[in-house]
């Protein structure tokens, strides 16, 4: 295929059934949520700082995929 995964983990989903390894991405993401949910008021600032991370962190990895797909075209 066109996309490779970088993480050998999830690699052995995408191995298995694409739609395996979008369920599992799906499911962490949704755990990640509902942790995140939990916790919103107990520790908001802690909440909000490791929100910030976390979007920060995939913010760069966006850019990343991008910048990879830009210099497989060119």
Known sequence: GFAVEGNPI??????????LFASVKLF?????VIILHR??????????NVSLLLVS???LLICWHVVGAINSLI
Do not use: C, D, Q
Request: aromatic fraction near 18%.
């Open 10 to 19: 999830m690699n052995h989903f995408l191995e298995i059934s694409p739609a």
């Open 28 to 32: 962490f993401t949704f755990v990640g």
């Open 39 to 48: 916790y919103r008021t107990a520790r908001t600032k802690l909440i909000l």
């Open 57 to 59: 962190v995939y913010s």
